[in-house]
Nanobody
């Protein structure tokens, strides 16, 4: 059974930083593209960032570009999201997900999802 478990969320003041982690079990992620998504209260889930299997290609939503960095450590079966200069509008539940492709494509859905970690940014 594949499980993705996110951690690292919490309460932070605007301008602060957090680092989210996503660890997989039951599946080796080294052949998968990975992504981070978020869902704010009352809003639809949205794309945040994605990374290809090797870490050589990354993709970001315009709203987080220059502030967030996605990375991965395949030896640890882990994906990270470094979030800097956080804003109140970044408040959301953050989910990691895997895609059964080497290269990320928004045309395809994500195959496995974690249960999320909550990030709250106070003003």
């Amino acid at each position: 059974q594949v499980q993705l478990v996110e951690s690292g969320g919490g309460l932070v003041q605007a301008g602060g930083s957090l680092r989210l982690s996503c660890v997989a079990s039951g599946r080796t992620l080294s052949n998968d593209a990975m992504g981070w998504f978020r869902q704010a209260p009352g809003k639809e889930r949205e794309f945040v960032a994605a990374i290809n299997w090797s870490g050589g290609k990354t993709y970001y939503a315009d709203s987080v570009k220059g502030r967030f960095t996605i990375s991965r450590d395949n030896a640890k079966n882990t994906v990270y999201l470094q979030m800097n200069t956080l804003k109140p509008e970044d408040t959301a539940a953050y989910y990691c997900a895997s895609q059964n492709n080497f290269e990320y494509s928004e045309r395809y859905g994500m195959n496995y999802w974690g249960k999320g970690t909550l990030v709250t940014v106070s003003s």
